[in-house]
């Protein structure tokens, strides 16, 4: 039987607690000030308010995790998306909930301070390392700018701490069941991580190469059963590399159901993707034809999406006699790829042996290898190609509307109709789902879109040529009936009144998720907005040097403003950590190389642990950096700091413990220690005003923050 009374015994960290509190409150304090657009929330706000309204966008910075999670804290607020986010500094109406818009990556970038503190604990360093950790941490005026607003990179970093946090709680807790849920959290931080920026992807590969490792000295272990060793390596398997790739798929589960409206980034998807959203195309093609018959009135849009969308196109204009540079064509109606809905790009799919344009009772379908020919709606030209250099490809053929100027010149119009994602041998051309080459029969060329734009006398719409198969990129050869109808006019006047005034028959097409989920995919990582250069854009270097800061926002008429700069003393101690941390690991390794160990195989383990998780974070964080072409600013550098941050305290003790002997070296030491981490909270306190917007600062004050000639600091004198 139970006793009475029941008791409850637990222990409580203080430390943890009063860390956590503070991280609370330099991050969520006056959350709303102030009540105007910073910095890239003119950006991330657009896509929330497309959430808002359930409109579909694509963003090419990264995968949509972090913009539901933006949006969630915006709808959490009663956000509608009735906000135009056209300029930085552009002020909050009273109705919309500044405090919701930018708590979610508030409250994860204060939860990153305990994160810290457990993590350092984890590496097996004390409870002292692990308060400097999170102090430093804590007191980041770079880390606290990025978390107070509607950014992602606060998100980011807490993701990645907290994989790193479960998995380290998993291999040092006791061999138990429930050790196994800490591994499944960290797969699907790593998951999140991933989710929210592609950066996350090298925190992730990093944590599946530490666990590599102690899986590799798991299976090592004679003391451990084959069975025993099977069920670990299962387990680590599926949670740190099955579970987040299920998760990754699911945040674009949740992203496309949310999101089933037709936006103004329609035009990069496939007319079928785009057909599965509610308005725009859906509008023009539901209850369409599914089979392409002899007869059908078609317009075809090119597979690539790059320069632009754009359909197959003529109009009454013919190539010139001569071009530019001497060359000759043959004069015949120019056939383009014409980036606009229009009537001049609509075509009719004609049976080469019949006269008839219309479609037959019951209708006919155009299969693989049918050859057919292609008549221009509205001038009644035939796609026609031959042995004539394109105008602006000349190692291609040109293709024309065909015109007989009786100059030996014969009809080439035959094209056959290839469906290369066929199933069967016979399978039917469809409207939207199949994506078809046309090759030409006289000279199996294949009509592609080059994607160079013609001269004026082509009113600058994109060439289209014949391209040899083997010469031509598969990518570019593609066509897609997109609008479609069941021709009835054989004659040209009331064939013209029916292409303005189409009709629909009831057919039900669907594209599955995973055919959404793999173009958005792609697209994702293919179409890349041009990059231009911004006032504060800077380089790698630059962020390890603080030579480079962000004005995120500017009073109109005051002093008041925000910038993204770093503790300069916590910076420096960070970079100076990573130095002294190489150079030490390089004199253990030459020493243990001649026989020589300074330090037992425990310690040695542990200190190369923490090298892993907090030099190679920061590598990896880091170094891709220097190899990207792209704009790049210094919240960039933020993720790679919180791995140094980590490492200056643990890399303190292991001196303090491992390599001075004398009591006197040690009192100096923890003395330097306190002066440092006194400096790093005096130095916080000092830009305090550029890292919360208040108080105002007059123009002589402002003059002496500018700690470097090259930090962008601006002021009023009055």
Known sequence: MAQFPLVV????????????????????????????????????????????KRVFFIDDSGPPLGHTILALGAYLGGFDGNFVWNRIGAEYPSSLSVW????????????????????TLELKFSHLSALGASVLLLLDNSLIVQSRFMLLESLLIFFVL???????????????????????????????????????????????????????????????????????????????????????????????????RSGPHDQLMSPAFQASLEGGLSRITQGQPLEVAYGSQVTLRSSVSQPIPCWLHSHKANYPIRYEN??????????TCYPFKDVNNWWI??????????????????????????????????????????????????????INFNVSMAAQNLWRVNLPHREAESESWKTILS??????????AVLKLSGVSLPDWGFRQ??????????????????????????????????EAELHSPTHIDVERKISFWAKFLELQWKMLTVKQEDSEHKYSSSPLEWVTMETNIAYW??????????????????????????????????????????????????????????????????????????????????????ALCYLHLLSPALLEHVHTHLLSKATHRRALCVCAWIVLTSVFLSYRTFCPLTYGTPELSANQLQALKWRDSWDILYRYR
């Open 554 to 639: 500017l009073h109109s008429s005051t002093n008041a403003q925000i910038h993204l700069i770093g503790n300069p003393v916590s910076w420096g101690v960070a970079i100076l950590s990573l130095l002294a941390y190489q150079l030490l690991a390089a004199i253990y390794l030459v020493r243990r190389r001649r026989g020589f160990k300074d330090i037992s195989d425990g310690v040695w383990a542990r200190f190369v642990c923490v090298g892993c998780v907090c030099v190679g974070g920061w590598v990896v964080n880091f170094v891709p950096f220097l190899l990207m072409e792209k704009t790049l600013f210094l919240y960039h550098y933020l993720p």
């Open 162 to 260: 907290l994989s790193f946090f479960s998995y380290l709680r998993f291999h040092n807790s006791s061999h138990s069941c429930f050790r196994y849920c800490w591994l499944l959290l960290s797969g699907a931080s790593c998951a999140a991580a991933v989710g929210v920026k592609y950066m996350g992807v090298f925190s992730y590969l990093l944590l599946v190469g530490v666990a590599s490792l102690h899986t590799w000295h798991l299976i090592g272990d004679q003391a451990v059963s084959h069975l025993s060793v099977c069920v670990q390596c299962v387990c680590r398997i599926v949670c740190l590399l099955v579970v987040p790739v299920l998760l990754y798929v699911f945040w674009f589960y949740i992203h496309l159901t949310l999101l089933d």
């Open 462 to 495: 994109l060439e289209v040529v014949g391209e040899k198969l083997f010469k031509a990129h598969s990518s570019s050869l593609g066509w897609t009936v997109e609008e479609h109808r069941y021709g009835t006019s054989q004659e040209q006047k009331e064939r």
């Open 435 to 444: 994506e078809v080459r046309l090759v030409h029969v006289n000279t199996s």
């Open 9 to 52: 015994t637990t222990q409580v960290d203080v430390v943890l607690v009063l860390v956590s509190l503070l991280a609370l409150w330099t991050r969520l304090s006056y959350l709303s000030y102030p009540n105007a657009v910073v910095f890239d929330e003119v950006y991330y706000g657009q896509f929330v308010s497309l959430y808002m």
């Open 349 to 402: 799919i004609k049976d080469p042996d019949r006269q008839e344009l219309v479609v037959g009772t019951p209708p006919r379908p155009v299969r693989h290898g049918d050859v057919i020919q292609l008549v221009h709606g509205m001038t009644s030209r035939f796609l026609n190609s031959h042995d004539v250099a394109a105008p602006m490809s000349p190692h291609s053929q040109e293709v024309s509307g065909y």
């Open 100 to 119: 919701s818009l930018r708590f979610l990556p508030a409250l994860c970038g204060a939860l990153c301070v305990p994160l810290v503190y457990l993590l």
């Open 326 to 335: 001497g060359r000759g064509s043959s004069h015949q109606q120019q056939i």
